[in-house]
Nanobody
Framework: QVQLVESGGGLVQAGGSLRLSCAASGRTFSSLTMGWFRQAPEKEREFVAAIRGSGTITYYADSVKGRFTISRDNAKNTVFLQMNSLRPEDTAVYYC????????????????WGQGTQVTVSS
């Protein structure tokens, strides 16, 4: 129903920055909570950050708090993840998700998912 496409991943050195983007289809984007999740090799998917439809409420995993910032531009149907002070342990495939979750960090509450974009942080 809703199509999500991530971009902006790449290879960076520890301490560097990347800005991920997620472009959404449809005309109901502003009603969706949008989240970022990541999955490292041989690890389970984990919550990174989420933002409610209006953009006024955000939530972050403790591991990225103070380093990552989630934002959205509803006029452009796009959500962003600004990642600063990157660490090797941030290496993962990053996925954009959309839905109407009660609990923002719960991945199974999001019905819409992008294909993922690879982020690799070298030491």
């Amino acid at each position: 129903q809703v199509q999500l496409v991530e971009s902006g991943g790449g290879l960076v050195q520890a301490g560097g920055s990347l800005r991920l983007s997620c472009a959404a289809s449809g005309r109901t984007f502003s009603s969706l909570t949008m989240g970022w999740f990541r999955q490292a090799p041989e690890k389970e998917r984990e919550f990174v950050a989420a933002i409610r439809g209006s953009g006024t409420i955000t939530y972050y995993a403790d591991s990225v708090k103070g380093r990552f910032t989630i934002s959205r531009d509803n006029a452009k149907n796009t959500v962003f993840l600004q990642m600063n002070s990157l660490r090797p342990e941030d290496t993962a495939v990053y996925y954009c998700a959309g839905g109407q979750p009660i609990t923002m960090s719960q991945g199974r509450s999001y019905p819409y998912w992008g294909q993922g974009t690879q982020v690799t942080v070298s030491s």
